[in-house]
Structures are given as C-alpha cells and as structure tokens.
C-alpha cells in the first residue's frame, strides 16, 4: 500500500439522535455506515471534480466501541493514493465525548465515472485545497 504525507482530516460531526439507534440504545451500525459514505462520496467529488462517483469497495469495517444518544461523532478521512480513475481513502470516526474510536475502515476505493457511467480518468493527483483553486 502506498504511504503519503497527508493528515488524516476531519470534515463532519454528527449528533447521535434517537432515531439513530438501534434496539441496545446505541448507535445503529447501518446508519453510521451510511454517514461514512456519503462523507466519502461528498469528499471525493469535491477532490476528483466529478459529481459521478461511486464506491466501488470497503476493506474490513471494524467497529471499535459505539456511541449513545446524545453523543457526537466525528468523521476523518485520510486520502492513501490517487488512481487513474479512481481515489483510495481510509476512515475513523470517533466519539468526540468519549475519546474512543468507533470504526476504523483501511480502505475505501472511490471511483469516478463519465457521462456513459464507466469509469473515466480524473487527472489528480495529489489533495487539493479549495482555496489552492480560487
């Protein structure tokens, strides 16, 4: 795998609301999943300035510790390399009032499609900043 110089980032916080849980009273694993994905996608096309972009694949999803109501989770994402259609990622999200981990996932690859919806090649490569674009 390869190594970069990137800083795992935190983009998004959430608060753990009833409707959130399961039936332990802790934060539904499903719901935090789908967070975790749609922050990926949102990141990725905001990278890949591409607003077709699908995740092709999830490596091990560990979950680590869980969250309650209440609580607030928040989302990192770590970019690990571009591709030629296509941006691996990985991702934590931590309980901000416990400290503790909740989920750790090594590797997400996201890919970016054309107009015909294959993948297509997006040039990148390397995080860009918003306002590096300005």
Known sequence: MTTNNYKMRFHTRKWVKPEDLNPNHTLFGGRLLAWIDEELALYSIIQLQNQKIVTKHMSEINFRS?????????????????????????????????????????????????????????????????????
């Open 66 to 134: 869980s969250a309650k109501q209440g609580d607030i989770v928040e989302i990192g994402i770590d970019v690990i390399k571009f591709g030629h259609t296509s941006l691996t990622l990985s991702c934590t999200v931590r309980n901000m009032m416990t400290r503790e981990s909740i989920i750790t996932i090594d590797t997400i690859t996201m890919v970016s499609l054309g107009e015909d919806g294959k993948p297509k090649a997006h040039g990148k490569t390397q995080v860009e900043f918003s306002k590096d674009r300005l």
